[in-house]
């Protein structure tokens, strides 16, 4: 590390080459106010507060933009500036609707902060009396521009962390404004992808989350780290608490990596969308689902099951349980099921998945598990992504947003590889659109044309010759796969010239259970340039929040499990650990009809919960403790974040409690 | 929220602008696209050849030459060269200075939305005439006051415009 000696306001402080003059200042403790800077975002100089003046510089310098050099001697805090950053103020408090009280970010607002410290309550100038329009179109954030200081950080984090660049400033001077696509209404901008990110940047009240309005201020909130478990890419969030609610969820570090969240994380979390189950329900002679006491609930299953396995052996109960479980709940749940009932007969809602992705795995290569995918943080560095059956935006969106930021910034070249939709808009180089049930031939295609691109000693062209892709004809399956020759080729140029390329595939892949097409997409990754071919760069999607960590803790059966053919061979009791999913599979629903005893452990009431006999309430994902492993293998954990009704239980809990009923001489049989 | 595209380039169809002027749109972005300044020019290529710029035709240039809509929206607003709704073959300019706006601009300004459905920023359907305010003509002395191309007719009453509008054919 190069060290660096500046002298600020008297003293020596030490600092690493290449920073600005604010950073080093910011390491050492000396408060410069600021605006428009937002640690992880290009510093563009455009407020003016944190002017520093610099010797040997004939004017004040913001310290935002000012390189650092060794010996440079720097005073923050004159007269002179303390009185320029006063008139900076007073002119933003011109400018537009300061009212505080009026403002929704009255106490959270970094201009108020500012007006405190310098104590502004008068300006020079004549108010402005702005009439800028207020803009609720959009579904979860709302822009008041008449409270907008025009510092860019919401541009900035949208096009440089987000990667859609919904925002840009339009128009000029008095009526600078901070304009959405073709200035539309936010809420119609097709590009913005509502991540929330434009919140949490503005610092005055311009940009406001209606989930979190009049709900309570930071300061009144609790706020406790923890981590989103909804889809895998396992966000690192900061929860703001009051009430036993809910209020407000903000990335950790928010221009950091996975730090920008999206719309699911930072506010669907906040709604209680689904009928909320807390107390146990049993169903009575009538059939109807009555409530009971935890107690008797315990007691009916354990009895049941203790039952069942005397009457029918052990193999006659069969465990499933949804991914989006905690590792706590779904270990507790493996351990019944294995050493309890005794069985192995187990599967997680997404076990199809799991097999596609492992068989495939090991057709690549013997012994490859899910270990041989790499981590999203990739993505970033790639010079070539290749985007397969897959909508990012929807399934993982902050992946989706990697994907975006390398594309956009000019660094990776992208390829969609998708039978009807391309996410990414302009930003895909290359869509090759096969027609449907082609997608592994289009693959394979691509592969052969990247090999015949590779340079011709290459042993790996030579190896590859003689195998199954050796005797295709490109031309004939790009006709079969419906797929443009000269797309083809273009997409097969950038993967064979590329020095970090990765690959992405997901849900629309996953779906068509066919583990060979994940065969030919880690054979297509290994083939691109530069790759190791044992451990190409490629990355699955998984369906749930934590389905990588009930995988790896062996939830998911590596035989074929089907409910209604188990129902159908003898087993007799089905029990099912959704926690806080939500499920109307009609699948799950209809295999679930042949069981005699059904017990479902449940935070929301579904359609699976109302075919079961019992139905044990669960604590949802805000309500307990617990960790959960991201798609690419990262463990986080989560304290309980608000207090779950009824006190209820603990998942594991639940379970020691049915272990403890079930007469345990009856299980050996 | 975000839409996702499901039809390639080569299928995507625009109802206002015909595929013709799209064809020369990327013409100019592949003659223009790797000079400095090439989105400037690429948009004043574009007025010019459409007159405006349309959304279409902008969602064009920002997807082949893969710069964000806003971006674009950015550059269109900031000069006042670029105009993003149609200019009629008459620019009609009413006066709202002071004293055109005491003796009676107001009512011109009135009459046009009613009758003629025109408004400020606005043109007529039949593309005859677009309508702008404007600050004092400086013949105040005659007010009100209304410009149409360069002729200036003076101490206009509403009752008048009709005789006046129908004389522009
Ligand atoms: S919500 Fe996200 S995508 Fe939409 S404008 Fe804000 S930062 Fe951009
Ligand atoms: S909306 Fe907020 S973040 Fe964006 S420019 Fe205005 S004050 Fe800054
Ligand atoms: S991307 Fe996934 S983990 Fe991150 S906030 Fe959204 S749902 Fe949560
Ligand atoms: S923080 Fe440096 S100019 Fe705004
Ligand atoms: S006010 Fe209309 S011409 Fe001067």
Redesign the pocket.
């Known amino acids: 590390m190069n060290g660096i000696i500046l002298t600020i306001n008297g003293k020596q402080v030490k600092g690493k080459a290449g920073s600005t003059v604010l950073e080093i200042c910011e390491a050492n403790g000396i408060n410069v106010p600021t605006l428009c800077h937002l640690k992880g975002l290009t510093d563009v100089g455009a407020c003016r507060m944190c002017l520093v003046e610099i010797e040997k510089e004939r004017r004040p310098v913001p310290a935002c933009t000012y390189p650092a050099r060794d010996g440079l001697v720097v005073q923050t805090s004159t007269e002179k500036l303390e009185k320029h950053r006063r008139l900076v103020l007073e002119l933003l408090f011109t400018e537009r609707n300061h009212l505080c009280a009026y403002c929704l970010a009255s106490g959270d607002c970094e201009l108020q902060i500012l007006g405190y410290e310098y104590q502004i309550d008068s300006w020079r100038y004549p108010y402005s009396w702005p009439s800028f329009p207020l803009d609720s179109s959009d579904k979860h954030v709302m822009i008041d521009h008449n409270r907008c200081i025009l510092c860019g950080r919401c541009v900035r984090i949208c096009s440089e962390k987000v990667g859609v660049h919904t925002l840009d400033f339009g128009y000029r001077g008095w009526k600078d404004r901070i304009s959405a696509d073709l200035n539309q209404p936010l809420g119609e901008a097709s590009s913005c992808i509502d991540c929330g990110a434009c919140f949490q940047a503005c610092p005055t009240g311009a940009i406001w989350a209606k989930s979190s309005a009049y709900r309570g201020r930071p300061d009144q909130c609790k706020k406790m780290r923890s981590v989103?478990a909804?889809?895998?890419?396992?966000?690192e969030?900061d929860v703001l608490v009051k009430n036993n609610a809910l209020i407000r969820i903000d990335s950790t570090e928010l221009a950091g990596d996975?730090g920008v969240?999206?719309y699911?994380?930072?506010f669907d979390q906040l709604y209680e969308s689904h009928q909320g189950i807390n107390t146990p329900l049993l169903r009575d002679d009538s059939g109807k689902l009555k409530a009971c006491s935890i107690g008797n609930a315990l007691d009916e299953v354990g009895e049941k099951f203790g039952n069942i396995v005397a009457r029918y052996g052990k193999n006659s109960i069969a465990g499933i349980a949804s991914s989006k479980a905690s590792n706590e709940s779904l270990k507790a749940f493996k351990k019944f099921m294995t050493d309890i009932i005794g069985n192995d007969l187990i599967d997680t809602i997404d076990g199809d998945e799991y097999r596609t992705i492992i068989q495939g795995a090991t057709k690549f290569r013997s012994g490859a598990g899910l270990n041989i995918e790499t981590t999203l943080e990739e993505i970033l560095k790639a010079d070539c992504l290749l985007v397969v059956g897959v909508n990012p935006l929807e399934s993982?969106?902050?992946?989706g947003s990697y994907i975006f930021r390398a594309a956009s910034q000019g660094k990776a070249n992208l390829i969609v590889l998708d039978v009807d939709k391309n996410p990414f808009g302009f930003h895909a180089s290359t869509w090759l659109k096969p027609t449907k049930g082609k997608e592994e031939l289009a693959i394979n295609a691509l592969t052969k044309a990247v090999i015949g691109k590779l340079s011709a000693s290459n042993a790996v062209k030579a190896k590859e010759n003689t195998t199954s892709l050796g005797a295709m004809n490109i031309t004939q399956a790009n006709k079969e796969a419906g797929i443009d020759v000269e797309d083809l080729n273009n997409a097969a140029a950038m993967l064979a010239k590329s020095k970090h390329s990765v690959v992405v595939y997901g849900k629309d892949i996953l779906l068509r259970k066919n583990p060979k097409l994940i065969t030919a997409i880690l054979r297509l990754a290994s083939k691109s340039g530069k790759q190791n071919p044992k451990k190409p760069r490629v990355i699955s999607l998984k369906p749930r929040?934590n389905s990588r960590g009930a995988w790896n803790l062996g939830l998911a059966n590596k035989k074929e499990f089907s409910l209604s053919g188990l129902t159908k061979n003898g087993v007799k009791a089905v029990y099912l650990l959704l926690a806080d999913d939500y499920i109307d599979d009609t699948k799950i629903i209809d295999g679930l009809k042949g069981a005699k005893f059904v017990v479902v452990q449940a935070s929301y009431s579904s359609p699976v919960t109302a075919s079961a006999n019992v139905v044990l309430p669960s604590p949802t994902w805000a309500e307990r403790k617990g960790s959960y492993t991201s798609l690419d293998g990262i463990t986080k954990s989560t304290p309980k974040l608000t207090q779950p009704q009824n006190n209820i239980k603990r998942d594991e809990d639940i379970i020691r409690g049915i272990s403890k009923r079930i007469k345990i001489s009856d299980r050996r049989s | 929220m975000a839409k996702v595209a499901t039809e390639t380039k080569k299928s995507a169809a625009n109802s206002v602008t015909s595929s013709k002027t799209f064809e020369k749109i990327q013409a100019i972005i592949d003659r223009t696209s790797n000079k400095a300044g090439a989105s400037i020019r690429v948009l004043q290529q574009a007025q010019g050849l459409v007159g405006y710029l349309p959304p279409g035709v902008l969602k064009a240039i920002s997807r082949d030459m893969k710069i964000p809509l806003s971006e674009l929206y950015g550059i269109v607003s900031f000069y006042s060269f670029f105009s993003l709704v149609p200019k009629g073959k008459y620019v009609l300019q009413v006066c709202m200075g002071t004293s055109c706006y005491v003796k009676g601009g107001e009512k011109i300004l009135d009459t046009l939305r009613k009758d003629y459905n025109l408004v400020p920023g606005g043109i007529t359907s039949d593309g005859r005439f677009s309508l702008e305010m404007v600050r004092c003509l400086g013949c105040c002395g005659l007010s009100p006051v209304i410009a149409i191309g360069k002729d200036v007719h003076r101490k206009v009453k509403p009752s008048h415009l009709k005789d006046i509008l129908s004389s522009y054919r």
């Open positions: 989103c909804l889809c895998g890419v396992g966000c969030i996975r969240l999206c699911k994380g930072r993982q969106q902050v992946a929040g």
